[in-house]
């Protein structure tokens, strides 16, 4: 099972399309380096067991409360990077 996702500098927009019953062991995703502009186009309620997530150079602009009520999925997530975007 896929522990590590690494979607560095890939251009993405929308991570919600992904099958999240495939990544339900994921323990590290990166999605550094894209064009995310939402955390609301990331489908997380799957991801139980992701403790590292990496969206550092993105276009993020806002958490408002559904964004994060989509982190509040992640209960093991020790590390969290959104340096870098617009907030």
Known sequence: NLKRLNLDS????SF???QS???TNLEELNLNNNQFTTL?????DKMLRLKKLN?????IIDLND???NKLG??????????SHNEI
């Open 55 to 59: 969206l550092e150079l993105n276009k």
């Open 16 to 18: 919600e399309n992904f």
């Open 66 to 68: 559904k964004a994060t």
């Open 10 to 13: 890939n251009r993405l927009k």
């Open 73 to 82: 999925y992640l209960s093991c997530l020790e590390y969290l990077n959104l």
């Open 40 to 44: 609301q186009t990331i489908c997380f």
């Open 21 to 23: 019953n495939s990544l």
